[in-house]
């Protein structure tokens, strides 16, 4: 063996030992091992630098967290207060359309008594035409009539006393006179 193999080997022998690794060791399995311990070193220097770096991350994580904390507990009370506020909207909404159903309501109890004015009206002035024409009936029935019917190119006469005929006679008797004529009848009420 060479001095420069020599040396290596001592050199070997001396950094595994340090490390505590007392197995023998041969001279042909020296460039496995000084792989194999060098590759060691390499990982164990990882280690510490991946550790240092977890290290770091932590404490950089806890500031970060630390950081944080504000604004998470800033972001919990705006989340509460965006739900109150999403309450109060729908709540508002519902508002919105309870009076706008009040309204149109209103406005359609508006056009329904307005129409019930017009018909207690109408039916005022109909109760007054009815009783108006009820009076005329009286006075034509208190009296001795006549009736003559005339159809075109032709007069038929009927004579009918009013004081017999009273009611549903009288307006059977109105549609047996119109049925008896053809096309156009005219009535003529005079005095016997």
């Known amino acids: 063996m060479s001095t420069a193999g020599e040396r290596k080997f001592i050199n070997v022998r001396k950094?595994?030992?340090?490390?505590?690794?007392?197995?023998?060791l041969g001279i042909e399995s020296l460039p496995l091992v000084e792989r194999l311990f060098s590759d060691l070193l390499h990982t164990t220097e990882s280690l510490r630098n991946a550790k240092l770096s977890v290290g770091k991350n932590e404490k950089e994580n806890k500031n970060v967290d630390a950081y944080l904390e504000p604004f998470q507990a800033e972001n919990a009370r705006l989340v509460e207060e965006n739900n109150e506020l999403h309450l109060s909207l729908l709540k508002a909404k519902e508002e919105k359309e309870k009076?706008?159903?009040?309204?149109?309501?209103?406005?359609?109890?508006?056009?329904?008594?307005?129409?019930?004015?017009?018909?207690?009206?109408?039916?005022?002035?109909?109760?007054?035409?009815?009783?108006?024409?009820?009076?005329?009936?009286?006075?034509?029935?208190?009296k001795n009539l006549q009736a003559i019917v005339q159809t075109p190119g032709k007069v038929t006469s009927y004579f009918i006393s009013f004081e017999d005929v009273t009611g549903i006679a009288f307006c059977c008797l109105?549609?047996?006179?119109?049925?008896?004529?053809?096309s156009c009848w005219t009535w003529v009420v005079t005095s016997v």
């Open 15 to 24: 950094r595994l030992d340090q490390l505590g690794y007392r197995q023998p």
């Open 99 to 142: 009076f706008t159903t009040i309204r149109k309501l209103e406005h359609e109890t508006a056009d329904l008594k307005f129409l019930n004015n017009q018909y207690v009206h109408k039916v005022k002035s109909l109760e007054k035409d009815s009783k108006a024409k009820a009076e005329k009936i009286q006075q034509l029935q208190e």
């Open 174 to 182: 109105l549609h047996w006179l119109a049925s008896r004529s053809l």
